[in-house]
């Protein structure tokens, strides 16, 4: 209940910041160049230094993969449709394609399914939406916010991207023991992600245009709460016949909310912000409803 608690707080915190007028207009983007930076990196090589891959959670890591090309097959087609730009194209795939797989998803998990099942809920984070986020996701943000970009230009993002370089790292490292003071540096600076994460979404959050973000933003939200969790259903228990509280929970954080890291990049990189801010915002409210009907769904089926 205390992180959920401290997602309103500091969306709120963040929306109040702005309506003082005592922080620059450019506080967002210094809020997020340090994420990027600093705690992304150090969450990356402190959780995957810990994983221990399961060869039965194949399912749970492939669920971000996923969900996110479902996304950029729906959304790049629905672009084309209804004449979308690209940058209202690629904020949608990238957020609405990504889910809150770890702050708000380990909490969800513990609460519904118990104590026991967060690794599952660790494995469908680290590898799946963060490796996801690190790769397919900053080519998409590169992609749709510059144009054109040729595919060197497009590996050296990639590769210069420091979440991906710390991801890299962390498998170096996996061999070799962390000493307690290296393990508390990596959890305290991981720990800033989510607080400034979302004060600077809440700082940037704008209902004033809503009106012509109503069907972008409707769509996103339907995507990421509904219709994604409902493709990895039918693939995973209806065509494949799998079954077990592994794929209880994996479709569990398929529901999550819009992944608070992705409305990051996509704004870094001028991806319709004020559409992502929205989708960050109402997003993670409205999972606290849909992630009930969820848990009951799956728990009767």
Not at 188 to 204: D, E, I, M, R, W
Not at 222 to 231: E, F, H, N
């Amino acid at each position: 209940m205390a992180n959920i608690i401290l997602l309103a707080v500091c969306l709120l915190a963040g929306i109040g910041l702005k309506k003082t007028g005592r922080f620059p207009a450019a506080t967002p983007a210094s809020l997020n160049a340090f994420i990027i930076h600093i705690s992304l990196p150090a969450l990356a090589i402190l959780h995957i230094h810990n994983l221990k891959p399961d060869s039965s959670l194949v399912l749970t890591a492939a669920m971000a993969w996923l969900l996110f090309g479902c996304a950029w097959l729906l959304f790049g087609w629905a672009g084309k449709l209804f004449k979308l730009d690209r940058k209202t194209v690629g904020a949608l795939i990238l957020v609405a394609g990504l889910g809150n797989t770890s702050f708000v998803g380990l909490p969800m998990i513990e609460a519904y399914f118990g104590h026991g099942a967060l690794g599952i809920g660790i494995i469908a984070d680290q590898l799946g939406s963060f490796m996801v986020l690190s790769t397919l996701g900053i080519f998409v943000a590169t992609y749709y916010s510059s144009g054109s970009v040729s595919p060197r230009q497009m590996a050296r993002k990639v590769l210069m991207f420091p979440p991906f370089q710390a991801l890299l790292l962390a498998f170096l490292l996996r061999p070799l023991h962390f000493p307690d003071w290296a393990v508390t540096i990596l959890e305290k600076l991981g720990g800033t992600l989510t607080p400034l994460a979302l004060v600077s979404v809440g700082f940037q959050l704008q209902f004033g245009g809503m009106k012509a973000m109503v069907k972008p933003l409707t769509a996103g939200l339907a995507y990421k709460l509904l219709l994604g969790p409902a493709i990895i259903y039918l693939l995973y228990v209806t065509l494949l016949g799998a079954s077990g509280t592994a794929v209880q929970v994996t479709i569990f954080e398929a529901a999550m909310a819009p992944m608070i890291t992705a409305g990051i990049i996509a704004i870094d990189h001028d991806l319709n912000p004020q559409l992502v801010g929205m989708l960050v915002g109402i997003g993670i409210p409205l999972s606290f409803l849909t992630l009930h009907f969820w848990h009951m769904f799956l728990t009767a089926a």
